[in-house]
Structure formats: structure tokens, C-alpha cells
Nanobody, 124 residues
Framework: VQLQAFGGGLVQAGGSLRLSCAAS????????MGWFRQAPGKEREFVAA????????DYADSVKGRFTISRDNAKSTVYLQMNSLRPEDTAVYYC??????????????????WGQGTLVTVSS
């Protein structure tokens, strides 16, 4: 499956952005999806994950209550709605796909396919 993330940009602290990740090539509904981010000089980290049906979601503690992951299997797209953005949310955001939604969903190594990333910059 090929993934393309978009929707990043520059936003002021307290603002909102919605990222999208469009999938092509294989049946999107067969994949659990995740969002990760990598800030300058830091390792890539887990942000959120969603099961194949969309019925289960998980979030990093740092974004819980501010970010919402969702998916539209008919459109082969996963979204990340980001509200109350903070300067520390500045990073390149990546979407990723894996075959199962299990206890390792926050681990980078469990994902088989990655998008190219989209930059989110939050100014103070």
C-alpha cells in the first residue's frame, strides 16, 4: 500500500489542523493505521493509532484529549484532527499502516508501510 500524508502547515499555538493520509494500492480496510511524529533532533514517536474498522483508537499521553484519529474506509483515508496545538507539537508527521491492531501498535517496528511525512509548525 502507498501512503501520502498532507495537510501540514504553520499554525499559531492554540490553533487547529487536520492531517490526512490517503492510501492506494491495496484494500485500505485491511490495515490498522497509525500517526507518528519526529521533531528536530528527536526520535520518531507514536502519536495515535486506529483499528481497521475504526472502532478502537489509542493515543500518546501527550496528545490525549487534543488530537483525534479517524478513518474513512470508503475514501481510503485516515485523519488526524489536532486541536489546541502547542509549540512542542512541531514536527514532521507520518502516517503508517500495519496488518494488525494489537498491543504493539505504538511501536514503530510494527508498521509495514510509511508515508513521506508532512510538516507541522506551531508558533508561540
Amino acid at each position: 500500500v502507498q501512503l501520502q500524508a498532507f495537510g501540514g502547515g504553520l499554525v499559531q499555538a492554540g490553533g487547529s489542523l487536520r492531517l490526512s493520509c490517503a492510501a492506494s494500492g491495496r484494500t485500505f480496510s485491511k490495515y490498522a493505521m497509525g500517526w507518528f511524529r519526529q521533531a528536530p533532533g528527536k526520535e520518531r514517536e507514536f502519536v495515535a493509532a486506529i483499528s481497521r474498522s475504526g472502532g478502537s483508537t489509542d493515543y500518546a499521553d501527550s496528545v490525549k484529549g487534543r488530537f483525534t484519529i479517524s478513518r474513512d474506509n470508503a475514501k481510503s483515508t485516515v485523519y488526524l484532527q489536532m486541536n489546541s496545538l502547542r509549540p512542542e507539537d512541531t514536527a514532521v508527521y507520518y502516517c503508517a499502516a500495519r496488518f494488525v491492531y494489537d498491543s504493539s501498535r505504538a511501536a514503530l517496528s510494527g508498521y509495514d508501510y510509511w508515508g513521506q511525512g508532512t510538516l507541522v509548525t506551531v508558533s508561540s
